[in-house]
């Protein structure tokens, strides 16, 4: 167990408090300038985009590194919640185009949690509806923006920002927003998940002794170690637990992309075994075949992998932090 120097077992400063209880949603937040919104840690080093993690001792020893910095929330279905943000600065007006939005559609948007921007500018938070949200500026009327997929927001309480509204009220949108940020509406069935009890009651000894058996060395107990990585091999076994193997072939090919960025070569196990559950579809010769090729992609890593995992079961990330905590122990 990590332990803090008396400086830092002080009372948390307000953004550290609010990143925590982000977190604990299962929001994954990380610290960011709040003059320039650039995140103080990269992908490239800690595995992570943004730095971005939700779980508590990482996300306590971010912002304890870096006590002036804003929080900043992960959008999509990483996070759980897409955004739409009204803008009313550098000409644009926002809240007109909303008013007239809403006129076109017929439609109201639900009361839900609501924060707002230095520059007056408002943040409505809605629950992710399961399909892909686009990511967007100005596409629904000038001066509205959609916060969705591989984007984040600046949350309260970082410089100028204050929730309105109850932050965690957030509600369901309307059938006629989804129509018109997602990508598409065709229903998934999800899988059922080896995971699906995890909140619910507590893991039989057998089960968790064989989660503990294969969680590998776990999290380092140095603080710098902590910042920069997480148990990558740990957190990719546990995504392809809910990830049915037999989805579509651009996605598997993704899947093994991802893979190989984290683990190369030692990654074809998991990658195999995985996509052996699918044997119709992804026999072993066209899997090793297409492995080689997975090798020559640089522009598609793990994150990939736990995006295609929060889509079938976000509760895959509460067996990793068991799984995760008991090989720290």
Known sequence: MIKYSTADSVEPAPVLRAALSYARRGWSVYPVRVDSRAAYLSEKVTGRRWGASSDLKVVEQMFRRFPS?????????????FVIEID?????????????????????????????S??????????HPGYRVRTSASNLGNG???LGENFNVIAPPSRGRRWITNAAAIAAPPAWLVDLVCEQREQRQ??????????????????LAMWVRDAGLGLSSDPSDLLSAEDVDLKIWCALRVIPADIDYLDWF???????????????????????EAPHKYPGKGCADKWRECAKITSIGPETIYFLADREDRRWRDAYRIMLAKGAA
């Open 69 to 81: 910095a804003g929080v900043a929330i992960e959008t999509g279905f990483t996070s759980g919640f």
């Open 88 to 116: 009313n600065k550098n000409g644009k007006n926002g809240s007109a185009s909303l008013a007239e939005l809403l006129d076109r559609h017929r439609g109201t948007l639900p009361w839900t949690a609501i924060a707002e």
């Open 118 to 127: 230095p520059t007056g500018g408002r943040h409505w938070y809605y629950k």
């Open 144 to 146: 509205i923006d959609v």
């Open 190 to 207: 999800p899988r059922r998940s080896c995971f699906a009890n995890v909140e619910q009651a507590p893991l039989a000894p057998d089960t």
């Open 254 to 276: 993704r899947i093994g992309c991802g893979i190989y960025a984290a683990l190369g070569d030692a990654g074809f196990e998991y990658f195999d075994e995985w996509s052996r």
